[in-house]
């Protein structure tokens, strides 16, 4: 869990956020991370909706869970939050693909890669400004991340149930990523 600085955020959040069945666990007064559960696949969609409708250019998410976990299903909920129209699926063998829209996602996997510095040979650094960034398999490529960032860990329950970690890292209260984070947590 990443600490928040004292006066970051210019609101109130209890230490149990009561804003759904599903967000199990908010971690502070001023939340930087919340334990989420999520029944379904579709439930994991509408995270994704929830976070790409509060979606601002910057804004870079790293997704990280085993094969199954649900990252695609959350970027595909993503895009669809964001209104991205077309089908979404994960760049596994292309490394990245871009989502064209108001708001342009792009969409990486960086599950074949080596080495953190191979995103920057795909155009890494020039797409930071341009839109929203959703890594799946975050956490091979942490290295190049940018400070600020959503990071969700997804990980398999019994009877297709997901168990999600969210953290905002890094972040200021108008911040995409603040933004971002809230979203996912209030229903």
Request: hydrophobic share 45%; proline share 6%.
């Amino acid at each position: 869990m990443v600490p928040s600085p004292a006066g970051l955020y210019p609101f109130k959040v209890p230490d149990r956020l009561a804003c759904s069945e599903r967000c199990t666990e908010v971690s502070g007064s001023k939340p930087t991370s919340a334990a989420l559960k999520l029944a379904s696949v579709d439930e994991t969609e509408a995270l994704g909706e929830r976070i790409g409708a509060a979606a601002m250019a910057g804004l870079v998410i790293g997704l990280c869970g085993e094969l199954g976990a649900g990252k695609t299903a959350l970027v595909r909920g993503l895009a669809r939050g964001m209104g991205v129209e077309g089908r979404v699926r994960s760049p596994t063998f292309t490394v990245a693909s871009l989502h064209p829209g108001v708001l342009p996602l792009i969409h990486v996997d960086a599950y074949r890669l080596d080495d953190p510095t191979e995103l920057e040979l795909h155009g890494w650094h020039e797409w930071h400004q341009e839109g929203v960034i959703a890594v799946e398999w975050a956490d091979r490529v942490e290295a190049i991340l940018p400070d600020r960032c959503l990071r969700i860990d997804l990980a398999h329950e019994a009877d297709g149930v997901r168990l999600g970690q969210i953290q905002a890292i890094g972040i200021g209260s108008d911040d995409p990523v603040h933004r971002a984070f809230r979203a996912a947590i209030v229903s």
